[in-house]
């Protein structure tokens, strides 16, 4: 049961930090790439773009 409840919520925030990545003014490869990155390395890209990534994209994709 608490397998199946951290599945849809890793689930969730993945979807949420993809939907957040689509919707920043970057390049469609920088965009392609994030994705990718954040739901392949499942709860390790999430911490990592919730708690870093977040605030530099704009700067590493310009």
């Known amino acids: 049961m ?4 951290l599945y849809i919520a890793g689930l969730v ?3 949420l930090a993809v939907i957040d990545i ?3 003014p970057i390049s469609l490869v920088g965009k392609l ?3 990718i ?3 392949a390395t499942s709860w390790v ?3 990592v773009y ?5 605030d530099h994209l704009t700067e ?3």
């Open 60 to 62: 590493w994709f310009k």
């Open 37 to 39: 990155l954040v739901l």
């Open 22 to 24: 689509l919707k920043k």
């Open 45 to 47: 890209g999430i911490a």
């Open 13 to 15: 925030l993945a979807v």
């Open 50 to 54: 919730y708690l870093y990534a977040k």
């Open 33 to 35: 790439i994030c994705s």
């Open 2 to 5: 608490l397998g199946t409840i």
